[in-house]
């Protein structure tokens, strides 16, 4: 009984598990500002799907690449696989010029926008932390 019990409550479950993920949308219905950033930073990226979740927008790239952005198309999230690099050119150049000199070698694989400051995880795992005008604050073990 139990096992029939789970079964149904999965069965029940599965619909709301899969709008949490988001909404499988075209390229074209994600806002301007985001489509004009991925055309231009990810130009020779394939993109897998679009989702949409709460009015925010994820772009998946083949290569398992991913970019998430906020309602008006402003990036929140850029994360590429282990061992990649983010493009440097969307990375703040404070940020950048920090982790070029402090970690001479290494690359951001990682970077995540707040309204508080930027979090960055680089190439040996390290994540950084940086306020909202991109002064270093601390290693965030």
Same mark, same amino acid.
């Given at each position: 009984m139990k096992k029939i /019990? %789970?079964? !149904?409550?999965?069965l029940m479950l599965m619909p709301v598990l899969a709008l949490a993920d988001g909404k499988v949308?075209?390229?074209?219905?994600?806002?301007?500002?985001?489509r004009n950033f991925?055309?231009?930073?990810?130009?020779?990226?394939? /993109? %897998?799907? !679009?989702?949409?979740?709460?009015?925010?927008?994820?772009?998946?790239?083949?290569?398992?690449?991913?970019?998430?952005f906020d309602r008006s198309g402003n990036w929140k999230e850029i994360k590429y696989p282990k061992g990649e690099a983010i493009p440097e050119a969307v990375i703040p150049s404070r940020i950048l010029s920090y982790v070029k000199e402090a970690f001479s070698g290494l690359?951001?694989?990682?970077i995540e926008r707040s309204r508080w400051g930027y979090e960055v995880k680089i190439s040996n795992?390290?994540?950084l932390e940086f306020d909202k005008n991109c002064n270093f604050v601390r290693i965030d073990d």
């Open positions: /019990i %789970l079964a !149904v409550l999965s949308i075209p390229f074209e219905k994600m806002p301007a500002e985001a991925v055309k231009e930073h990810f130009q020779n990226k394939k /993109i %897998l799907q !679009v989702t949409a979740e709460w009015n925010e927008y994820e772009v998946l790239f083949a290569d398992l690449a991913r970019v998430e690359h951001v694989n990682q795992g390290l994540e």
